[in-house]
């Protein structure tokens, strides 16, 4: 392929937002549904998420984390449990309000049998668990309660990205009640860890782990506990949350037990969650402008073969050659699953199936021909280089080294992003700085890391002004002795200010 | 334990749907909730659920099925396009008719922001993923399409039962499209075959497959097959269904391909399902008055160890001793995964603990106190025998032998289940018997295996007077040489009636 075509147009260059369309049209993983503001995720995207949940429940279980499954609605009186809970959630809720449809007049159905409460779509579900935690738990015995579930949720959305922001997103909320703060507030922590090591070891994006400021905090949490990444447009991606409680929603869900001491107390909570949006952020960090490019410890297949039959006679040979290296291939373990390899033999000339297949981001391509075939070499195409650079091992070698040559797509990967990242991360100490970078750079987007100490009204003005947010209060910093860039105040922490999805 | 004390009340005997709603609760499998007619499906009844998507979805893969998701809300202008179809789904339907809450002036939360058109939670997804097909097929190098998606799923149900119905539930959904009648047919087979195989090997449950009469039938399908178990009442339980759609869904979506001979035409379809019903009919068959009994092949442990803890100096050694007998049995490969088994450390008595998971109805329980360590045999109480009859068998037998007696539990399982289903099945052949039986014994359930030559009207007929329903025209019987029941005529199918849930 020459250097100026590409597969996707228009570029991430040219048009960002346009690129993220487009890539997932061409690598067939989502579209949009003919319900507003929702998705199908079709099987190439499906089969990502099914990766992810087999991971994460793993990691989930080996912590003692129990499945289960709640209502789908959520009664209004619920909701209205914990005030900024419904405050954070009431404008975007689906709103379920009749039972049954009959046809009027005109023979159109319309809405009967209305409720005598109307139910909500959960939207979350940290009250409708949480009568279930007031019935479940008696005394210190029963907790700490580690509850998940793996579901659909629905937040009305009015400007539906794929992925990003749909009405409708499949995710995972964990729940649990602690017998004491600390505890629960470990838990949140330890789930953040968690997160965060997933992200960068399976998704082979850097994060920055952090905690959320007052005017980005979960609605009702006393921490919201974050991990932040940036995408290839510098904009941030919230990758998921993990939310200390403390006793919020305890108080508001009645959860209390008797302790050691035979003393009734309120449970110390926690909730945690990722979704289908984390797909959306590895297309986004990873992908070029000829498609997805799929870090293979997540990738449903880590290998595509294609027979390249030039030849009637080839075919058989060839064909049967292929057959041969899936299965091999198939027999090695890699992190914890056996390869999966698609052997190609649709009835399409090998060309377009080279095109296709770097479009759906597989992490590596290997074209077998007669040539090929005899020589005994096995030419490997990496999705991280060059579409004509082939990287030859013999056949006998192959099984032993493809587990590395996997691990390199993978830390390569990451260190291109973590090296985007750090390219496109500023330290500022004025204002007039911060000011000049997020007035002139309308699209270019930045992380700037600046020292901030006010409340979320100031938040509020930043954010209308600027069009950034702060996107966490990173973990791990060394403490400032600088003063805040708006209010002058001493003692001000470092924040992450950025435009973001 | 005494033969009358049983640790359920009431017992089967006394009162079936009373049993049934308390070994789901001493048994911790789900509970009502407190959204009406929905129900939580509690840790140790999501875990079976777990189990039996671990089978299926491999089986399903295995046929070339890929997985996807699709919205969960479908437009009414959907729903009205199968006639069927919309009158099927129309009186239980769950309306989304709003997007947005705001506090009246009573502070209150009331619906705001009407959607244009009204949301309807999806019954099923044939018109949604239908017109997902219409756009995914463009020629017959598309077919055939396989497609399942694991989903929630609402029908608003007044009269809610546990697993068996509720308004929301969890089900399965496979929607296939083929080029030709026969294809798209065999594939409907298929799934029954699949399905009825799955229910017989790992739920030992006895089916009977056969198709649905006019009266029963998928609305908008040509014809439905089904799997159908009795229970322990005798009623009949529908397991699951597989629908031979023809083209009928293909018009009303538009799913058209262009065939070999360049020529449009419309695909024939299928669409199938199973749902968290299996789980009570699970419990419903092989259920006894002490809980519930978990057939080995999906019960998420097969085993529990109990630690006899009598004296202070016991514990650790006997402790080690079970954990080293849990290590030695999960190496064990079971049916496809390793055996999973709990070692139950509770601070309880060990009297408690064993009442506890009898309960439960793990297969195998194994009681290990300072005797039992000091003589190196291992008693096994099957949950199928009596609770105090222990099959003894050496430590060093023990992972040899534990698969044959776990299959061993599972084959009395299914025996039995048959054995009481033949006992209570009964051949008819006039109009006096049936009304005799079914009568009379108002609240004792029968299948009536009779004659039938008759249309949906006389159905309805039949369950209004005697509030039985055809449950299937069974497959694999003789032709049959009688004349209907009902109405005399000759060359009647024999089919099965029955109360059912």
Known sequence: MSNEKTAVTPTRKEDFPGWYQEVLTVSDLAEHAPVR???????NGYAIWEVIQSILDKKFKSLGVKNAYFPLLIPLSFLEKEAEHVEGFAKESAVVTHTRLEKGADGKLIPTSPLEEPLIIRPTSETIIGASFAKWIESYRDLPMKINQWCNVMRWEMRPRLFLRTSEFLSQEGHT???????????ALDMLKLY?????????????RGEKSEGERFPGAMNTYTFEAMMQDGKALQMGTAHFMGTNFAKASDIQFLSKDGVREYAHTTSWGVTTRMIGAMVMVHGDDNGVILPPRVAPHQIVIIPFLMKEGDSCEIMNYCLKLKEELESVQYWGRG?????????????EKSWDQI??????????????????????????????????????????KISSILDQVQSDLYAKALSYREANTVLVSTQ?????????EVNAGRFVLAPFKGDKTL??????????????IPHNLPPSCHSCLFTKQSNASQVIFAKSY
């Open 432 to 440: 007039e700085e911060f000011e000049e970078i997020f007035r002139k």
């Open 359 to 400: 479009k759906k981001g597989y992490p590596i391509r290997i074209e077998i021909g007669a040539r090929e075939m005899k020589e005994g070499k096995i030419p490997l195409f990496l999705r991280t280089k060059e579409k004509k650079e082939a990287l030859y091992v013999s056949k006998e070698e192959l099984k032993l």
């Open 459 to 472: 938040e509020a003005e930043i954010q209308k002004d600027f069009g950034v947010t702060i996107r966490c």
């Open 339 to 351: 390869l999966s390899i698609i052997l190609d033999d649709r009835e399409l000339r090998a060309g």
């Open 196 to 208: 965060a090591d997933f992200a960068e070891n399976y998704l082979a994006i850097p994060v920055i």
């Open 177 to 187: 009640a602690h017998a004491s703060k600390e505890e629960a507030q470990k838990m």
């Open 37 to 43: 503001g929702c998705m199908v995720i079709k099987p």
